[in-house]
């Protein structure tokens, strides 16, 4: 193996590294009882560490451990943000799982006090249900800003209805992790505006 295929194989594992902890985020319940994740959330060092290789939608990924300075390095690289993007998602994900421990179990009487108190419990653990799918659309947005200029720069149609469709297939991918009312149905057909290249100006 290669110096740039070694890179490429670190990336790529960085990568799906985000994609699980943006699933962790938005659906932690799936997680409560994976030591394994878990543990791999205590700090950066045991994230990058981590060697998994589980399904997030049914697709299959693969996480290889990396040194963390080689962590930190490759997401400065090649992720939308940074390490410090990384970072907090897995700081978020840790939360999203204490937080649904906390979850207290169906009211019987809703008219004790203790029953209220529990629905109260229960709308706090929903709007913090909104600010993990906030989080996972800000990371979109992000992301989807970070490739723009990919398109705009690209010097033929092709290679510009390429990139647009696979940013709208990644959009589709990561909203997806949300609850169904913040997810966006995927596009089967787009068109794709056509637009200059940087440096040309129109004849």
């Known amino acids: 193996m290669n110096w740039d295929e070694g890179k490429a194989i670190q990336t790529a594992s960085i990568e799906n590294t985000r994609k699980l902890l943006l699933s962790i985020i938005a659906t932690p319940s799936n997680y409560l009882e994976n030591t394994e994740i878990r543990d791999a959330l205590i700090s950066q ?57 906390q979850r207290p179990p169906p009211a019987k009487n809703n008219r004790t006090r203790e029953a209220i108190l529990e629905q109260l419990a229960v709308a706090n653990l929903s709007l913090d249900v909104h600010k993990r799918a906030n989080l996972i659309l800000l990371q979109t947005l992000s992301d989807v800003r970070s490739k723009l200029d990919g ?53």
């Open 45 to 101: 060092a045991s994230l990058a560490k981590l060697n998994l290789r589980t399904n997030i939608e049914d697709e299959p990924i693969h996480i290889t451990p990396i040194s963390l300075n080689t962590f930190k390095q490759r997401c400065e690289e090649r992720m939308p943000g940074g390490f410090s993007a990384i970072d907090s998602l897995r700081k978020n994900a840790a939360l999203a799982i204490r937080k649904e421990e």
């Open 151 to 203: 398109v705009v720069s690209a010097q033929d149609e092709v290679t510009r209805k390429i990139r647009a469709a696979e940013i709208l297939k990644r959009i589709t991918a990561i909203t997806s992790l949300n609850p169904a009312m913040y997810q966006i149905p995927p596009i089967q057909k787009a068109s794709v505006v056509s637009i200059a290249a940087k440096g040309k100006k129109d004849d």
